[in-house]
């Protein structure tokens, strides 16, 4: 009793009444012995799963033991010949309909070729996991005040550190530019500098050597590094004994103590060419916010747990940092890393695989159209046999093979076509998308491909076999095998369905073109077409002093404003569009920000005096940085006019004064405002944040980007003289990151333009699938009016009426694909929103030029088999049967 109260008694109820009587009790108590020992093993739930997986194992099992023991007691043929026999018959028909059995099969192909390829850029970018030990317990630690979003301080992530419970670890990192001094000379090299429990939060190993130990990255400590694979072979020749040896960065001996595998992770920088320990000093305030930070889940707590200590442990950190930070309505937040990874992509890949799949449904629906219209036409035949005494699952088994035929090779095109258009894909994703490296033809991805096409045949194969095989012999026989409006009216419904898929695809299509159009027309605010730039760096060992960099970058804009051709030279941190150097906060004298609430953001510069008439930046109010602004002079800043509109709405804000973020008047003076330039983009060209220029004379930075303008000449003429000047005067300097001004505004564009030129091809392939699908449904609809076309025609039916009798056939289902298709955009393209600039999602224009775009199409597919279909001759016409 005991036994079956714990057995699932409506799984035991129908295998009850799925088993023979005969068997009936020996199989149920050896079924509930089972389930005794399961439910020993591992549970109550688990015993009751796989109880119920018994219930459809043994109805499919007994269901084919009958249906073999009946065939046998009918005489039938094998399962095999019987199938072989079937595939036969299929492959004469297809082979006797070629031109329709091509286009069904190449539409098929597409679809699934195309479908495929996106599978396996959003399985690699999305849905594989990141290559950690136990990924999912992995997340992304920042600052959260909405809406934005921002990395940790070393306040932040020294008070993480040392008082979570609820991460068995977190690791802070960020990137710097560092110079090496090896034999063939000097280069810049990327830097990731970590915290010591980096590689062991994210369970990374190295190839040999070890990964940083605990106190690594405490001041003073030995500097150690570790190697990328790519530099180990690059720079050392991939010796083994390179262990222990130094390396000589920004002038400082760095022991090697290991290298990293070929293959790593995200987080892993595969551009990073080393990685070393990072020291952090104690702070003095609360800010910079610059420490990225990954922690570990402890085990048994959810990311629900840690939320709410973050949240604790923030609330009790403020007040003892209040004075430098004031904003009592940011947090800690956790986000998992794999979303963190991925970013912004996921909503345009998203969007791509969604326009790709309607792409394989309008495929699909062309291959329902081709085995229904073949099992509609072939009733008579079907009608016939089952006179004669063919079981009605004989001929629906025929049909159902002869379906998978079609599957089967449009199925194996498609994924040819996938593993083609896999590696093309490759050559057009944008560099900046995320683990584009774990894109590609995998098993996981051959396997998609299979289902997808299994499940095409299944679902088109199962309404055209169930729809012929109900013929019912005695209606069909009197008729002579003529067509019905059944025909027709399934036909109608193949078109409306085609439509409707097609019509949100070419808008979305639509849409994002005339975005990035617009986009491309935004001014970013300085003449790039004369602008040409490169990047220095300076190491403290030979510039030790401020007055060292300082010589350095004046003797540089002394040589390269000297260089023929150079119209004017200046220094700058950052670049447009999309290089903006320092997102910082400040707050104003005359409007301060009231306490506990976040201060404004703006993107800060630091420029030299020549840097506004070298991007060609107008001046609009007050004056422009001089060189007379030093460190001995009262701090000065200009703003842009985007800067302006936001914070003085309606006033001139030249005068006023304002406070970087984080200072108290006792600590830091008072920054002015001297003058307003013209609006330039740094934050991307749809970006309106304003910015923030101060004096280079009052800093002394090291890393700076050198900007030259061109007088009559290309920019790029002057790249050569430019690092002439440079070498002369440091022969190991190190020059990188080269630009136009033209390639800065065309890597901005690169992630939309990809998105766009993807999702375009997707509408026009839609269009063409659902023009292709149009066209078979009217050629098969004229095929099927044949002797009425004839009788019209030799009554004295002129071939014009003939042919607005066909058009008005094709184009009533028409429209009504394309008003279903017009509701269907309305309510999809919604979701487009954050990817689209300067364009509504329900813009008529684009509507209007996709249906009408669509229409003309539809209207040439139905009148190619009209005007054919005018060619008829009336005799042959009248004799056929």
């Known amino acids: 009793m005991r036994r079956r109260a714990a057995t699932p008694r409506l799984a035991r109820a129908l295998l009850w009444r799925t088993l023979d009587p005969a068997d009936r009790d020996a199989i149920l108590a050896e079924l509930d012995e089972m389930f005794e020992r399961r439910r020993a093993e591992k549970g109550v739930p688990a015993a009751r799963r796989w109880y119920w997986r018994q219930v459809p194992s043994f109805a499919l099992r007994l269901s084919f033991d009958r249906w073999r023991r009946q065939a046998r007691r009918k005489g039938d043929r094998g399962l095999v010949d019987t199938l072989r026999q079937d595939l036969r018959d299929g492959r004469r028909w297809l082979v006797a309909n070629r031109s329709l059995t091509a286009v069904t099969l190449l539409t098929l192909a597409l679809g699934i070729g195309a479908c495929t390829t996106l599978f396996s850029v959003v399985n690699g970018v999305l849905w594989t996991p990141l290559p950690y030990s136990q990924p999912e317990r992995l997340f992304w630690v920042h600052t959260w005040s909405e809406p934005n979003r921002w990395p940790l301080s070393v306040v932040d992530f020294q008070a993480l550190r040392e008082q979570t419970k609820a991460f068995s670890g977190v690791a802070g990192f960020t990137y710097t530019g560092m110079t090496h001094a090896g034999s063939a000379g000097s280069r810049q090299l990327l830097v990731q500098r970590t915290t010591a429990e980096f590689f062991s939060v994210l369970g990374s190993e190295p190839l040999i050597g070890r990964t940083f130990a605990s106190g690594e990255d405490a001041p003073g400590a030995e500097r150690v590094a570790i190697l990328s694979h790519g530099f180990w072979q690059r720079e050392l020749g991939g010796d083994a004994s390179v262990l222990n040896e130094t390396l000589r960065l920004d002038g400082v001996e760095h022991t090697i103590i290991g290298v990293l595998p070929r293959r790593v992770g995200p987080l892993e920088d595969p551009d990073v060419d080393l990685w070393t320990a990072l020291e952090l000093t104690p702070p003095t305030r609360k800010g910079p916010f610059f420490l990225r930070v990954v922690g570990r889940l402890a085990d048994g707590l959810t990311s629900q747990q840690a939320q709410d200590e973050l949240h604790r442990l923030n609330d009790e950190l403020f007040p003892l940092w209040q004075s430098s930070y004031q904003d009592e309505a940011a947090t800690w937040a956790v986000l998992p890393l794999r979303d963190y990874v991925v970013g912004d992509a996921a909503d345009g890949l998203y969007l791509m695989f969604a326009a790709v799949g309607c792409v394989l449904l309008i495929a699909t629906i062309n291959l329902g159209s081709l085995l229904l219209t073949r099992a509609l036409a072939r009733r008579h035949e079907l009608a016939l046999r089952t006179a004669v005494g063919a079981s009605r699952w004989r001929l629906f088994r025929q049909l159902m093979a002869e379906a998978f035929v079609v599957v089967l090779l449009g199925g194996l095109g498609g994924l040819l076509l996938a593993h083609w258009g896999t590696g093309w894909m490759i050559t057009l994703l944008p560099d900046a998308l995320p683990r584009a490296t774990e894109i590609g033809t995998t098993w996981r991805v051959a396997s998609f491909a299979l289902g997808v096409s299994l499940l095409a045949g299944a679902i088109v194969g199962l309404a055209a076999s169930l729809r012929g095989s109900a013929a019912n012999p005695g209606i069909l026989l009197r008729s002579g095998g003529r067509t019905s409006s059944s025909r027709s009216a399934v036909g109608n419904l193949l078109v409306v369905s085609q439509l409707a898929v097609a019509v949100p695809v070419l808008v979305s299509s639509g849409l994002l073109l005339q975005s990035f159009v617009r986009l491309q027309d935004v001014d970013p605010g300085f003449d790039a077409q004369r602008v040409v730039s490169m990047r220095i760096g300076l190491s403290r060992l030979d510039y030790p002093e401020d007055a060292d960099v300082a010589a350095f970058w004046s003797r540089t804009l002394i040589g390269v404003r000297s260089l023929p051709g150079v119209d004017a030279a200046g220094l700058g941190d950052g670049r447009p569009p999309h290089e903006a150097p320092d997102l910082n906060n400040f707050d104003l004298e005359s409007r301060p920000t009231p306490p506990g609430e976040s201060q404004p953001v703006a993107p800060w510069l630091t420029v030299t005096p020549e840097y506004f008439r070298t991007l060609g930046i107008p001046l609009q109010r007050g004056r422009l940085i001089a060189e007379s602004d030093t460190q001995d002079t009262p701090p000065v800043v200009v703003v842009d006019e985007a800067w302006a509109r936001k914070h003085f709405p309606g006033?001139?804000?030249?005068?006023?004064?304002?406070?970087s973020g984080g200072c108290t008047p006792d600590r830091c003076d008072w920054v002015t405002i001297v003058g307003i330039v013209g609006d330039v983009k740094y934050t991307g060209l749809?970006?309106?944040?304003?910015?923030?220029?101060?004096?280079?004379?009052?800093?002394?930075?090291?890393?700076?980007?050198?900007?030259?303008?061109?007088?009559?000449?290309?920019?790029?003429?002057?790249?050569?003289?430019?690092?002439?000047?440079i070498g002369e005067l440091d022969p190991m300097l190190v020059v990188s990151d080269v630009r136009s001004g033209d390639e800065l505004i065309a890597e901005s564009l690169v992630s939309r333009r990809f998105l766009m030129r993807l999702v375009s091809i997707f509408g026009w392939v839609a269009a063409l699938l659902a023009a292709l699908g149009i066209y078979g449904v009217m050629s098969n609809f004229v095929q099927q009016r044949t002797r009425e076309i004839g009788v019209r025609i030799a009554v004295g039916g002129r071939h014009g009426d003939v042919v607005r009798w066909l058009l008005g056939h094709g184009l009533r289902p028409t429209l009504g694909g394309l008003a279903l298709g017009v509701i269907l955009a309305a309510l999809t393209t919604r979701t487009l929103d954050s990817l689209l600039f300067a364009v509504h999602t329900s813009d008529p224009a684009t509507f209007l030029g996709a249906s009408g775009l669509l229409a003309a199409v539809a209207l040439l597919a139905c009148w190619m088999p009209a005007r054919r279909a005018c060619r008829v001759d009336p005799v042959a016409a009248l004799r056929a049967d």
Do not use: C, K, W
Request: proline residues 8%; charged residues 25%; glycine residues 10%.
């Open 686 to 725: 749809d970006n309106e944040d304003g910015s923030i220029y101060f004096p280079h004379g009052q800093t002394s930075y090291r890393s700076m980007y050198v900007f030259a303008r061109s007088r009559d000449t290309r920019p790029s003429d002057l790249i050569p003289g430019m690092r002439q000047v």
């Open 651 to 659: 006033g001139d804000p030249v005068g006023e004064r304002f406070m």
